[in-house]
């Protein structure tokens, strides 16, 4: 398998009446944050969520009428799913998607609502592709692979020219990596056009296969770890793409969970832009190392489909990273007028009380007193260190819930 440049200019003209040119956009926010000049490349934006799609209907449009009769089938826990099952109902051609019984549900139902016969099968991606896989030899379906596929690669490249087309004297581009796919397609686009370009690959720590194969030199698998990243939780990257990155690519980072919700929360509140936990990791580099100051920079947001119950929990966590969110649990002496002075304290400090939470029945909770949980909410970390100290002061006798 052998991607060339050309490959990514037939792509774009295979892509240009379908495919959403996304917005790249400065952002003053996160230029001051970082003190490098970011740009976000808004994938998020894209149909479907992701700039999975690009690859996928660039995959199906090349196939001849006898391959789409047949139909195609892949494998995904959620973007690339709805990609293929998309670009599917476009060229009105029968979709068989295998995903795991743990996907999400709104994705699962995304998938559907585009037309595809979904499966529920296996509880990891590597389960689900065996199925898929084995179907795709019963049934004559061609396989859409989500990554290790020639015009897959070469269609998330265009998104490479774009950013040339848009940025033309851009320094650095970070791009999140799982199986590879969208880096490596990247990296033909940019290095054949401008080589002197970095292009940065960025992993969640939880799952850096393709760091740890860049490193040694050749292709590595992981067993891999709890990480909110799903969407680039791949064990073993692909072998065509783990070929481009290894030669071409600047350097791979990685970022851990806590960066990440940070980077999701800052994109809400300053960008007003919901991105997915795999899209963010670019900008969560550079936010958390700050290593490209006075470049001019780009973070690719890749996709932004989170799940609703995930983005409530990243609100929260977010809030609390920024010690803007801080919730203590005191033990008070059960008499009138104890919480009261209490509240009365914390609100000489300008502390918004969110919530309260009153226990005196509890097991744990001795007979005589209650126990009392806040949620309370303050300006900065400073602030929130501010009102630790003044409760110390005060002999309030509490501790921080984390």
Do not use: W
């Amino acid at each position: 398998m052998n991607v060339t440049f050309e490959d990514i200019i037939k792509s774009q003209k295979i892509q240009r009446n379908v495919i959403r040119r996304t917005p790249l956009e400065s952002s003053h926010s996160f230029s001051v944050m970082t003190g490098s000049k970011v740009y976000l490349k808004s994938e998020c934006l894209q149909k479907t969520g992701s700039f999975k799609f690009r690859g996928a209907y660039a995959k199906i449009a090349s196939l001849s009428k006898s391959e789409k009769k047949k139909g195609v089938i892949a494998a995904s826990a959620g973007n690339h799913a709805q990609g293929v099952a998309y670009a599917s109902s476009l060229e009105k051609i029968p979709c068989t998607i295998v995903m795991p019984v743990t996907a999400s549900p709104a994705k699962v139902s995304a998938t559907r609502s585009y037309g595809a016969n979904v499966i529920l099968e296996g509880t990891i991606y590597d389960e689900s592709y065996a199925k898929a896989a084995d179907l795709a030899r019963k049934t004559g379906a061609t396989m859409v692979h989500a990554f290790d596929d020639e015009t897959v690669i070469a269609a998330q490249g265009v998104i490479g020219l774009e950013i040339l087309e848009d940025l033309p004297d851009v320094d650095e581009i970070y791009v999140p990596i799982g199986g590879g796919g969208l880096a490596a397609g990247i990296l033909k686009a940019v290095k054949t056009k401008k080589p002197k370009v970095k292009v940065i690959g960025v992993q969640s720590s939880g799952f850096p296969a393709m760091k740890k194969s860049f490193d040694v030199g050749k292709l590595q698998s992981v067993s891999g770890h709890r990480t909110i990243a799903d969407g680039i939780s791949v064990k073993t990257p692909g072998q065509s793409t783990f070929k481009i990155i290894n030669e071409m690519i600047d350097d791979i980072v990685l970022v851990d969970d806590s960066s990440i919700v940070k980077a999701m929360f800052l994109l809400m509140e300053r960008s007003k832009t919901v991105v997915e936990p795999a899209g963010a990791v670019g900008l969560a580099y550079l936010l958390d190392k700050k290593p490209a100051k006075g470049k001019k920079v780009v973070a690719i947001l890749s996709g932004g489909n989170v799940d609703m119950y995930l983005l409530g929990q990243i609100v929260a966590k977010g809030l609390t990273e920024m010690g803007r969110m801080v919730k203590i649990f005191i033990l008070l002496t059960d008499k009138p007028g104890a919480l009261k002075e209490v509240i009365d304290q914390i609100s000489s400090l300008s502390v918004n009380i969110v919530d309260v939470i009153h226990d005196r029945l509890s097991s744990s909770i001795p007979a005589g007193t209650a126990g009392v949980t806040l949620s309370l909410e303050t300006q900065d970390q400073a602030h929130a260190q501010q009102l630790i100290n003044f409760l110390k002061k005060k002999n309030v006798q509490f501790k921080v819930v984390t």
